[in-house]
Structures are given as C-alpha cells and as structure tokens.
C-alpha cells in the first residue's frame, strides 16, 4: 500500500479480475489457492489491451473470434453482391470494414 492511501488511489473491485496462469502440459493441481483479494473475480481468460489471453498464455480464443467477426462480414458481402452491387462498392465495403479489422488486429 505505499503510494495508494498518499495518493488517494482506490482498486475499483468491479473491474478486477484474477487469473492464474498455468504451465501447458501440466495437470491442473486439485485444489486452487485461495484468492488474493476478496470480492474479486477468478477467470480462465482475461482481455488484455483488446486481445483475449487464457490462463496457459494462449491467445487461440482471441484469433478464434477474429476469424468469426471476418467469416460475419464476408457473408455480409456475398449477400451484398447477390443483389448486384457494383464491384467497386464491395471494395470500398472491404476496405472500410474488413482491412480495417485485420489491419489493427496485427497491430495490438
């Protein structure tokens, strides 16, 4: 608690989580140790800057929810391109929407 109470710093529980990471290949050990601080929330994933990260360091949860946001918007411009919209409009609709996604998922 050094600098906290001089500074008047207060841990907002509500958005707190706790997670505790585990080596791969490991058996998970039978009983968990207790929590560090009370009333705070115990997960397997946590969103760390926008990118979701399990309790073994994988971030497979997080590129399985890029691949379904783009396969969502494909579809969006197939049914677009079924009812005839100009070509140059589905690139533009690409370009705003899916380059966009994958351009800032490969920069966080």
């Known amino acids: ?14 958005k707190t989580n ?5 080596a791969s290949g490991r058996q998970k050990s039978l009983k968990s140790p ?10 397997i994933s ?10 073994k360091l994988s971030v497979s ?10 396969a969502q918007s494909f579809h969006a411009l197939r049914i677009l391109r079924n009812y005839g919209t100009e070509v140059n409009t589905l690139q533009q609709v ?12 490969w920069l966080q």
């Open 1 to 14: 608690m050094g600098i906290t109470r001089p500074n008047n710093l207060k841990l907002n529980r509500t």
């Open 18 to 22: 706790e997670i505790i990471i585990v």
């Open 34 to 43: 207790p929590p560090c601080l009370p009333r705070i929330e115990r997960v």
């Open 46 to 55: 946590l969103k760390i800057l926008g990118v979701t990260v399990s309790n």
């Open 61 to 70: 949860e997080h590129v399985r929810q890029i691949v379904t946001r783009c």
């Open 94 to 105: 690409f370009k705003s929407v899916l380059g966009k996604m994958i351009r800032c998922q």
